[in-house]
């Protein structure tokens, strides 16, 4: 824990970290979040409230609503929140059940803004029209695909929440992992995230319990304080991307789950510990999935041969563990590191919405 890895992550869209911290009393983005479909954005240099509202469809009464501002006055690097006012802002409608959906493409729409309204990816909003490239224009027709905003996608991305690197950032507009079945949080201040963060873990955790529900809770440990910024013990969980994960055991140590228990071959409950890992490792393609996990090299060499005797396809262990390639190997989701005989760190990526995370 207290020697967490510095891996670099995502470069920055927009280079230093400009969104000053908004309200947070206005954005009660906890687990199950408001998924109301707001832009984040900077102000630039001679705008005004009256011509940021006019840009975006919005009134100026709405903008100063939705951050909490009182006069008129606003200062060039502040973030500012946009409410889905404009017509292109708006919540995507919903189709009846079997019914094909379908958006007509408004001034100032992406297909990147329209695949986060539905809850899909813009590559499956390009394949279901035949589309090459980015460009779309004003009153053009899309269907939407038919599985879009279905099971295993995300919600909506709000407001930028991750803010500069985990090693050195903050976390704005924060997601708290709240109690739930099947996990035991360690330290209560400490479990604030981003939306993604909080939303793989959980379903990480569920489909695990769902294979093995008599599992013993699992521990969970630090993601970030509520603002993010240095935490104690720690190098980096200073941008609500990073979360250490207890392991499961065969049988349940003495202590465990308030504290973490150093693992092996000999007490872990391998077939559970794998499927954890394998579930975290399955949402690297996904908007805001996995990065990294660490874990010892000792541990993933347990994992692997268990592997190997229940099943499981060799190139599926390659591409998730890398053992046996060596513990310093640029290969696999899952890496070596010291101190980390006890539990996972696991390291989420950036998402598009979040401008100012590196």
């Given at each position: 824990m207290g020697s967490s890895p510095l891996?670099?992550?995502?470069?920055?869209?927009?280079?230093?970290?400009t969104a000053a911290v908004v309200a947070l009393g206005l954005w009660p983005f906890e687990?199950?979040?408001?998924?109301?479909?707001?832009?984040?954005?900077?102000?630039?240099?001679?705008?005004?409230?009256s011509k940021i509202a006019k840009d975006y469809e919005c009134s100026v009464r709405e903008l100063k609503r939705a951050n909490g501002i009182q006069g008129a006055k606003i200062h060039r690097g502040e973030a500012l929140a946009i409410p889905p006012c404009g017509r292109a802002h708006k919540p995507a409608p919903k189709a009846r059940t079997g019914e094909a959906r379908r958006h007509r493409v408004v001034r100032g729409e992406s297909l990147s803004r329209i695949a986060r309204n539905y809850g899909c990816s813009t590559d499956a909003l390009r394949r279901q029209n035949g589309i090459e490239g980015s460009v779309i224009y004003p009153g053009q027709e899309l269907t939407i695909p038919t599985d879009a905003s279905g099971p295993g996608t995300l919600p909506a991305p709000t407001?930028?929440?991750?803010?500069?690197?985990?090693?050195?950032?903050r976390l704005v507009n924060a997601t708290r992992l709240t109690n739930g079945k099947g996990y035991y949080l360690r330290r209560k201040d400490r479990t604030y995230g981003t939306l993604e963060t909080v939303t793989h873990i959980k379903r990480a955790i569920s489909t695990v319990?769902?294979?093995y529900p008599k599992l013993h809770r699992l521990a969970i440990g630090d993601l970030s304080s509520r603002h993010g910024g240095p935490l104690s013990g720690h190098r980096s969980h200073q941008s609500g991307r990073d979360?250490?994960?207890g392991l499961y055991y065969e049988k349940r140590p003495s202590g465990y789950p308030a504290e973490f228990v150093p693992g092996s071959a000999n007490n872990l409950d391998l077939a559970a510990t794998w499927s954890l890992v394998e579930a975290l490792a399955s949402s690297a393609g996904k908007p805001g999935g996995v990065e990294r996990i660490f874990l010892d090299y000792s541990l993933q060499?347990?994992?692997?041969?268990?592997?190997?005797?229940h099943g499981v396809r060799k190139q599926t262990l390659r591409k998730i563990l890398q053992y046996p390639?060596?513990?310093?190997?640029?290969?696999?989701i899952v890496q070596h590191f010291p101190n980390h005989v006890d539990h996972l760190h696991v390291r989420f990526r950036c998402t598009r919405s979040d401008k100012a995370c590196q």
């Open positions: 891996i670099p992550g995502k470069t920055a869209v927009l280079g230093v970290a687990a199950n979040a408001v998924r109301r479909h707001y832009t984040a954005h900077v102000v630039k240099r001679g705008e005004s409230l407001v930028e929440q991750s803010v500069g690197k985990p090693q050195k950032g319990r769902k294979k979360i250490d994960i060499k347990a994992l692997y041969s268990w592997g190997r005797k390639r060596g513990r310093w190997a640029d290969d696999g």
